[in-house]
Structures are given as structure tokens and as C-alpha cells.
């Protein structure tokens, strides 16, 4: 492949069409010997002569055909140990630190081979400001809209065209950024052979090879401190470390949604990390665990609502962070002065160089002749153009100074110490992001776990703080169904005695919430939630404020959704079959409510049925003897 020439020589010897191939030295046709055998076997059956400075040669006969197989083999040995000279000739000069490459932005290579920072000031301030705002936001794409918001440019010297070596400003771009980033040259770090791959796939290893290794310990070649730094070493080694923990699979950087434990939260069971689901817009926060779900397609390890967590584990940081207070608040306002002193920078330097651009289109306009009025012309534009840039960024420079104070004013900075003081109060605060808050959680817990109990509303809560402090913790979370409750039972026996007491549903909900008895979302009994249980246990009322005795049942007789509960199958179902006639219903009425009555086996042999695959059965004809609403 790749080579034209060779492949016409192969197709006319071929066909007949050339009697004898002429060269200095024929083994060099093909560096390769498939190539080269192949062409001595075409040869051999053309009746092709091969001629070189030594002899003629039949590839038919057996002496020439070894011979030039010789030829062909010590050819392709000398490209070999031509290739392998030259790569440890590289490997050798690696290794002292004087291989050359191209330096990336912000470096300059003099003529003496020496390297050094960019003289200009203002590379030197917007390469550093990148590495600045990398360590307070955490994140690529936090750099990229830093940049983009205040209008910041990334500088690079042209590296040929007539332009070659002057300043070029452009966008910001996420792959400028990752490289900035990435690279140890930014270290002061010599490094060469970070990109290789060891698969015996050549596809394989080629994609290896174009992806550097993150691990200093697999590059072939590290000389530290070889030529001045933006950064030290260890602050490098931190940026890889918050890249990589920036990916999916690790905690990564906080995001907008309202979930505090977003990364931080794991299965108590099965020690995955659980998956945050927002519902109803994102109203309704919810913890699953879905390992066994996507593995093996069983279902949910456990699921909890993320509310009672959240509120669980803010209190906790709370807590934590009182005693630090006042220096939350002192490094709050460093941190807001230096930004602000950082964008002041900038501006100085940009308005630095707009007066310099200005002055040089002046000199070049006062050199020119007056007479010469082709130049004078095309200078002058220049100069005008030149004194527009600057007044056009005079303008906006003091629309930045009007929007943001220089410094933070007494006022300012007695705000931030009376929100520092009062952390809930900071935390709690509208301008607070959920972002800040997860940095905040981040930054004192190392992981939370969670197991829920019996699939009750009981959970029970491990912290592990940064430092390796471990706190346990209980939780009392919303359940779906009131049955999921540990003290179900003892529920439903104080509910009989209050009802035997011939008390309504009102009463029985304020007596249950002076009592201390929570619903299954945890709040407080009201009296339709009163009234809806009754409902389920089968007590019918003829008042919407009392409800009446027990409706007397016969001999295997059971509700809906005593019936549900006990098969595990939405009560939805076991209506639908109702209304299909498919099963044998008495119904209770009364004024307000209709109890429907059946008996399990029946439910129990219809639902074997349809899970076998088995035809419906006739439709059946309700009960007979319905009790009217009036013996109800």
C-alpha cells in the first residue's frame, strides 16, 4: 500500500509486458521480503530476467533464486537495524532532556535552545489565571465558562506564515484547556514517551498510543525541573488527581441538581454507588440502587426518598461546621478579593496592550513621508483603527469597574463575616447554589452509606468524614405503603380500640398524632388518612365524621386489599378483574362507599391461570343476596 510504482512493476511483469528488471542494487525494490518474494515468483513465471551491478539473474533457476532470496532478506535485516539505531539514538537523547519538541503556550525557545516563560507579561498572566481558576472551580468546563464570561482569550505564537513567532488571542476551547491541564511541561517537567501501547491489536495499540498514560510511574522518560515553571509539581499531581475523580465512575465535580449526596451516597447492602432520580420535575428526589437491576435484572437492592437523607446529613455539616466560622468567613473574603484583583489584572494588561498598539501605528505613521500617500493612507487607517480598539475597550473596561468594585467595601465584608458566623443562615441562603453545597458536603465527607431495615421506614446512616472519622447514624424515612411500617400491627390494634371507643376519624387522628404515630410519609394522621385506612381494613362508614361497626363478613370472605397485600399485587388488578366479571364479588354499599367482598382462593386460582398461560375463564355472575345500603 502506498506504493504505486511497485504495484505497476508487479501488474506489467505480470502481464508479460517487461523481459528484464534493471538496477543498481534490485534488492531495494522492496524493503519487505512478502514483497520481494512475490515479485521473484512473477518473475519465475514470466520468464522475467533480474539484473543488477553483479550479474543477471533467472528467479527460475535455483542457485539465482537463493541468491537473490539472500539479497532480499539482508535488506530487509539492514532496514531493521537501521530503524533500531535511530530509535535508541532518540530513546539516548531523550533521556539527557535533548530531544526537541515544540513548546506548548506560554513557553519560548531562544535560538540557543534555551527554554524560558513567554516574555510578554500578559501570556504570562492568562496562563497562570487558567491554572488559578482550575484549582477553585474543579473542573474543565468551569475553566471554559470562566474564560468565556469575562471575555478572556488564550494566547500561542504563530508557528509559520508571515506572521511566524507574534502573539495570536483565541477562543477558549475544552481541548486547549484539557491539554493546558494535562501536560507536566507546565511543571517544569522534561517528559517524553507518554504515548504507547502494548496491545498486539495495530489497531488497538494505535489509539493507545494517541492517548497519553495519566500515571507518571508509565512514562518512559521524566526529568523534573528542567525549565521554569506556571506550577509546582505537586499542584500538577493534584490537577490529574481532580481530572480523573471528574469522571463518572468516581465522585466528580458537583453539578446544579437540587441532590446533596450526588457521588457520596453507597448501597449499605451491596456497596454500589447509588443512582440519584429526580421526579415531577425535579420536585421529588430519590436514591436507587440498580447493580443487581442492570447486572442481572432482578430488582432494585433498595430505594429510599432522598429528602430525609439530605435533611439528615445537612444538619451534620452544620454541626461540623460551627467551630470553623470565623475562618470560613476570613478565607471567603481573601478568595473574593483575590478574583476581583485577578480580573483588575487582566484588564490592566489588556488595556496595556491596546496603548502599545496605538503608540506603534503612530511611530510607523510619523516615519512615512507625507508625500508618499499610498503608505501615509493605509498607516493612518491603521491608526485610527488602532485608537477605536482602545476606546472601545476603555468603554467596556469601565463598564467591569462600575459593575465590580475594585475591593470589597466594610459593608461587603461585614456581610460575609455575619453570613460566615451564622452558617445555617449562609447555607440556607437563595444565593447558595445546590453546586456549592455539594462542593461544601465534599469537602468534609468522604462517603455516606445507607441500609435500609427490613424495607421499613428505619435506616441506618454511616458517615465517613475526611480524616477518617466514621458517626452512625439512624434515619426514619417515607415509606409507599402504610403495611411497611415496623409497628404496623400495633397501629392497626390502637386503632380498633379507639374505634371501639366510638370515637370518629377525626378524634382518632388527633389522638394518634399526640400519640406519636406517623403515616407512611412520615407525617402526622389526618383525618382522611384515618378515614382511607378504615377503608382498608374493612370498617364502612355511614358518616363522613364516625364510622360504623364492623361489617359482618362471611366464611372466607376478605377485602381488596387485605387480598393485594397478601398476593403482592396491585389492588388496580384485582378491580380490573372485578369489572371483567371474572371473579365472584359481593358488594357492601352504603351512602358514601362500596366495599367489594371476595374470597382468596378464588383470586388465588384466577391468578395461577393467567400466569400459566391459560385461557380466561367465563365471565362469573356476582354473589348473590347483596346487603342493600339500607341494611349496610
Known amino acids: 500500500d502506498g506504493r504505486p510504482g511497485f504495484q505497476r512493476l508487479v501488474a506489467e511483469v505480470g502481464l508479460g509486458h517487461v523481459g528484464l528488471v534493471l538496477g543498481f542494487e534490485v534488492s531495494r525494490l522492496a524493503r519487505s521480503c512478502r514483497d520481494w518474494y512475490q515479485l521473484l515468483e512473477i518473475c519465475a513465471l514470466a520468464g522475467t530476467l533480474i539484473a543488477d551491478s553483479d550479474g543477471v539473474y533467472d528467479p527460475a533457476l535455483y542457485n539465482d533464486r537463493l541468491l537473490l532470496g539472500l539479497k532480499g532478506t539482508m535488506s530487509e535485516a539492514e532496514l531493521h ?31 540557543s535552545g534555551e527554554v524560558c516563560l513567554d516574555p510578554d507579561e500578559r501570556v504570562r498572566e492568562t496562563i497562570r489565571l487558567v491554572f488559578d481558576v482550575f484549582e477553585r472551580r474543579g473542573s474543565i468546563h468551569g475553566v471554559m465558562r470562566y474564560l468565556v464570561e469575562h471575555d478572556i482569550a488564550l494566547p500561542d505564537r504563530a508557528r509559520s506564515g508571515p506572521a511566524r513567532g507574534e502573539v495570536v488571542w483565541q477562543r477558549p476551547h475544552r481541548a486547549t484547556i484539557r491539554n493546558m491541564l494535562t501536560s507536566p511541561i507546565y511543571a517544569g517537567a522534561y517528559v517524553f514517551g507518554r504515548r504507547h501501547g502494548d496491545s498486539p491489536d495495530p489497531q488497538v495499540r494505535r489509539r493507545q ?3 497519553p498514560s495519566c500515571h507518571p510511574e508509565d512514562w518512559r522518560v521524566l526529568l523534573k525541573d528542567r525549565w521554569p515553571a506556571y506550577i509546582s509539581w505537586e499542584r500538577y499531581e493534584e490537577n490529574q488527581r481532580q481530572l480523573i475523580a471528574n469522571q463518572n465512575k468516581h465522585k466528580g465535580v458537583p453539578r446544579g441538581g437540587p441532590s446533596l449526596l450526588a457521588g457520596l451516597l453507597y448501597c449499605g447492602r451491596c456497596g454500589s454507588r447509588m443512582v440519584t432520580c429526580y421526579r415531577n420535575n425535579g420536585r421529588d428526589l430519590r436514591y436507587d440502587c440498580t447493580r443487581h437491576q442492570i447486572n442481572y435484572g432482578a430488582p432494585h437492592c433498595q430505594a429510599l426518598s432522598g429528602g430525609a437523607l439530605d435533611t439528615l446529613v ?35 494588561l489588556r488595556l496595556e496592550q491596546a496603548r502599545y498598539e496605538v503608540e506603534r501605528a503612530e511611530r510607523q505613521y510619523n516615519a512615512v513621508e507625507p508625500e508618499n500617500r499610498l503608505v501615509a493612507r493605509t498607516l493612518e487607517q491603521r491608526w485610527e483603527a488602532a485608537l477605536a480598539a482602545e476606546a472601545a475597550l476603555r468603554d467596556e473596561h469601565a463598564r467591569f469597574v462600575a459593575r465590580a468594585p475594585a475591593h470589597l467595601t466594610p459593608a461587603e465584608q461585614a456581610a460575609i463575616r455575619d453570613l460566615a458566623a451564622d452558617v445555617p443562615d449562609l447555607w440556607h441562603a437563595p444565593t447558595t447554589t445546590a453546586a456549592e453545597r455539594k462542593e461544601i458536603a465534599r469537602l468534609l465527607l468522604d462517603r455516606v452509606e445507607i441500609t435500609v431495615i427490613d424495607n421499613s421506614e428505619h435506616a441506618e446512616v454511616v458517615c465517613s468524614w475526611i480524616g477518617g472519622r466514621q458517626t452512625r447514624h439512624r434515619l426514619v424515612r417515607s415509606v409507599r405503603r402504610t403495611t411497611q411500617l415496623s409497628r404496623h400491627a400495633e397501629l392497626l390494634e390502637r386503632i380498633r380500640t379507639l374505634l371501639d371507643e366510638d370515637l370518629h376519624a377525626a378524634a382518632i387522628a388527633r389522638i394518634l398524632a399526640a400519640e406519636g404515630w406517623t403515616s407512611a410519609h412520615g407525617k402526622s394522621f389526618t383525618e382522611g388518612s384515618v378515614r382511607a385506612l378504615l377503608t382498608r381494613m374493612g370498617h364502612i362508614s355511614t358518616s363522613p365524621k364516625r364510622p360504623s361497626a364492623v361489617v359482618e363478613r362471611r366464611a372466607g370472605e376478605s377485602t ?45 386460582q384466577l391468578l395461577r391461570e393467567r400466569t400459566k398461560g391459560g385461557r380466561l375463564p367465563a365471565r362469573s355472575a356476582p354473589r348473590s343476596d347483596p346487603v342493600s345500603s339500607k341494611n349496610a
Open 314 to 348: 445537612t444538619t451534620l455539616i452544620l454541626q461540623a461546621l460551627r467551630p470553623s466560622a470565623i475562618e470560613v468567613s476570613l478565607q471567603l473574603a481573601e478568595d473574593v478579593e483575590l478574583e476581583r484583583t485577578q480580573h483588575h489584572r487582566q484588564w490592566a
Open 81 to 111: 537495524i537501521m530503524r533500531a539505531r535511530l530509535d535508541q539514538g532518540r530513546w539516548n537523547k531523550a533521556k539527557r532532556g535533548e530531544l526537541g519538541f515544540n513548546m506548548p503556550r506560554g513557553y519560548l525557545k531562544r535560538p
Open 560 to 604: 381488596v386489599a387485605e387480598i393485594a397485600a397478601h398476593l403482592n399485587i396491585p389492588e388496580a388488578t384485582i378491580y380490573s378483574w372485578v369489572y371483567k366479571h371474572l371473579l365472584p364479588v359481593r358488594r357492601v354499599k352504603a351512602a358514601w362507599h362500596t366495599l367489594y367482598l371476595l374470597h382468596l382462593s378464588d383470586v388465588e
Open 209 to 211: 498510543a494517541q492517548r
